[in-house]
Every structure is written in structure tokens, then in C-alpha cells.
């Protein structure tokens, strides 16, 4: 059961807090801009740029994360184990 929880993250370089935190921060930006697109679909005079501009940064900070590392920080390898 445990393996559910780290089996991604670990092919990816990191813990399971690590690929939690990393996931949110892209999750929650692409979140407020598809709700920005519902409302520029709507009323078009806003949020013209928004949608295109979020996924340009953040398709920008996926291609800059680079080749996973070998294993994650020590503080994170107990929190693994925990879960």
C-alpha cells in the first residue's frame, strides 16, 4: 500500500512532501487560470492574456526542472517511511 504513495515520486527524484508541494504549485496556478479562461469566455474583454501566460511559465518551470536527482533530501526520506 505504502508503495501507492511513493512509487511516482521516487521515479521522479523526490519524496512524497517534495512531489506533494511541486504538484499543488503547479495544480493551483492552472486551477486560477482555467477559471480566468471560463470568465474570458464570457466576458472577453478580460483576462485576455492570462490562460496563455500561466501555461508559458509554467511549462517554463517543468522544462527548467531538469533530469530527477538520485534521492531526496534526508529530513524527507522519514516522512516517506511514515506514509
Do not use: N
Not at 519524496?15 to 486560477?32: D, I, K, N, Q, R
Not at 501566460?53 to 538520485?70: I, S, Y
Request: glycine letters at 12%.
Amino acid at each position: 500500500m505504502l508503495a501507492l504513495f511513493t512509487r511516482h515520486p521516487r521515479q521522479v527524484g523526490e519524496t512524497y512532501g517534495e512531489h506533494f508541494a511541486m504538484a499543488w504549485s503547479f495544480g493551483l496556478p492552472m486551477v486560477a487560470a482555467g477559471l480566468a479562461c471560463l470568465v474570458h469566455g464570457l466576458l472577453p474583454f478580460l483576462f485576455e492574456r492570462t490562460g496563455s501566460d500561466c501555461v508559458k511559465r509554467l511549462h517554463a518551470r517543468m522544462k527548467g526542472r531538469g533530469a530527477p536527482a538520485a534521492s531526496g533530501p534526508i529530513g524527507y526520506q522519514a516522512f516517506d517511511a511514515a506514509i
